[in-house]
């Protein structure tokens, strides 16, 4: 297993147009998360789903977002309309169900966005 | 206030140091605490966690909490250069992390 896999690695779209990302994380992990993250900041908690149910979505999270994880392996990420503020980081964690390693993240790579 | 917070630094000291890097945190239910580490252009990857009130140590790293000040620490003993990065606390439930903390770790 090669770990966490997110793609495209980077996106470069004009305003308005919608983008997906892609993320396969670590086969045995059932829990899978998303995050975005500017320059400066930590990462901000967007989503996340055990399995294939998504279990919570940040307040912060405009309508255009949204995210599906079908068949509890890998999950997109879609953004509609894209706006400039939305140019940032976007990662992919996922973790194990259970035990000592119980909720202890490991990162994709990151998919970068840049809309003009 | 933050869920998480930490100070953004940077945190400058001088290799062979010690660096003390601090987070406090507003939910008192919360059970697991997280460190990572982020090089920049990097993902965050993990150095520790600790979910028991007192001390963790692993190698060069030591984890303090106190959850009744609502307070977890990260403690580098031996600063190298290559510890330079920023340092992100994480809180559970839905592992919220704070801005983290910039350590230059200099010569």
């Known amino acids: 297993d090669t770990g966490v896999s997110q793609d495209p690695r980077h996106k470069i779209t004009k305003r308005g147009q919608n983008v997906t990302f892609r993320c396969d994380p670590i086969?045995?992990?059932?829990?899978l998360y998303w995050y975005r993250q500017t320059l400066g900041q930590g990462p901000e908690f967007l989503t996340y789903?055990?399995?294939?149910?998504?279990?919570?979505k940040s307040r912060l999270l405009s309508d255009r977002f949204s995210a599906e994880r079908p068949k509890g392996s890998f999950s997109t990420l879609e953004i509609q309309r894209t706006e400039q503020g939305d140019s940032a980081m976007y990662l992919c964690?996922?973790?194990?169900?259970?035990?000592?390693?119980?909720?202890?993240?490991?990162f994709g790579a990151g998919s970068r966005l840049t809309v003009l | 206030q933050k869920e998480v917070e930490q100070n953004s630094g940077p945190l400058s000291v001088p290799e062979g140091a010690i660096a003390s890097l601090n987070c406090t945190y507003s939910?008192?239910?919360?059970?697991?605490f997280f460190w990572y580490r982020q090089y920049s252009g990097k993902s965050p990857e993990l150095i520790m966690f600790?979910?028991?009130?007192g001390d963790k140590e692993d190698g060069r790293f030591t984890a303090q909490l106190n959850k009744a000040s609502q307070y977890v620490s990260l403690l580098i003993r031996d600063s190298q250069p290559s510890d330079s990065a920023t340092y992100l606390c994480?809180?559970?439930?839905?592992?919220?992390f704070g801005t983290g903390t910039r350590l230059q770790v200099f010569p």
């Open positions: 964690a996922s973790s194990s169900p259970g035990g000592s390693g119980a909720n202890v993240l490991t």
């Open positions: 939910d008192r239910g919360s059970q697991s």
């Open positions: 789903f055990q399995n294939e149910a998504q279990l919570e």
């Open positions: 086969s045995e992990h059932n829990r």
């Open positions: 600790i979910y028991s009130n």
């Open positions: 994480a809180v559970t439930g839905k592992l919220i």
